[in-house]
């Protein structure tokens, strides 16, 4: 296995939720012990539906996934938090804030991935939820952003159930997508 990078802990790592809670989720930063409890996500055909790998592998693009997270915290771009299931060390998925460039806009996005265990049964909204109202209260924004498959049905219950709107179809990442949205 390659060896994953991890960021010093002494950075400052702006929009991390760093041991928040929701009613049944702890919140902290993704370690290098995470990846092979994250890596069945990555081998699911119908999470990674939405998700373009391109020729990597999958765990090409699992470490480069974990890559990105450590430049996201390196650089105070936010980035995912690990959710555990309280009262326990399991990791069920992610949810964090993410700095993104939109039509040469930034933007802050709430982002959740779930590992398909844990699909319907309300985690992905607790803790999208949770990154809401933690970004409006610590005032980061006075809009949050959600970029979603247009066939991600699921991903799309969840920010309406927080109160976003779609705005508008847009092309992120070379990927076609919409744009969910919702103001302080």
């Known amino acids: 296995m390659k060896k994953v990078l991890v960021p010093s802990t002494k950075l400052a790592m702006r929009y991390l939720l760093s041991h928040q809670e929701s009613e049944r989720l702890l919140f902290r930063?993704?370690?290098?012990?995470?990846?092979?409890?994250?890596?069945?996500?990555?081998?699911s055909t119908?999470?990674?539906?939405?998700?373009?790998?391109?020729?990597?592998?999958?765990?090409?693009?699992?470490?480069?996934?974990?890559?990105?997270?450590?430049?996201?915290?390196?650089?105070?771009?936010?980035?995912?938090?690990?959710?555990l299931l309280k009262g326990t060390t399991t990791l069920i998925g992610h949810a964090g804030l993410l700095t993104q460039k939109i039509d040469n806009k930034?933007?802050?996005?709430?982002?959740?991935?779930?590992?398909?265990?844990?699909?319907?049964?309300?985690?992905?909204?607790?803790?999208?939820?949770?990154?809401k109202n933690f970004a409006f209260e610590q005032g980061y924004c006075q809009?949050?952003?959600a970029i979603i498959a247009p066939n991600n049905t699921p991903s799309i219950a969840v920010a309406k159930r927080i109160g976003m709107k779609k705005e508008k179809r847009v092309l992120f990442q070379?990927?076609?997508a919409d744009l969910y949205y919702i103001e302080r």
Not at 56 to 76: D, F, G, M, V
């Open 143 to 145: 809009k949050l952003v």
């Open 174 to 176: 070379e990927v076609i």
């Open 29 to 43: 930063p993704i370690q290098e012990t995470d990846f092979e409890a994250w890596l069945p996500f990555f081998k």
């Open 46 to 83: 119908i999470a990674m539906q939405h998700w373009p790998m391109g020729n990597l592998t999958i765990e090409e693009y699992a470490h480069q996934w974990y890559e990105k997270q450590w430049h996201r915290y390196k650089n105070n771009w936010g980035g995912m938090n690990a959710l």
């Open 106 to 131: 930034i933007e802050l996005e709430v982002a959740y991935s779930l590992l398909p265990n844990y699909w319907k049964k309300g985690y992905a909204t607790e803790a999208a939820l949770k990154c």
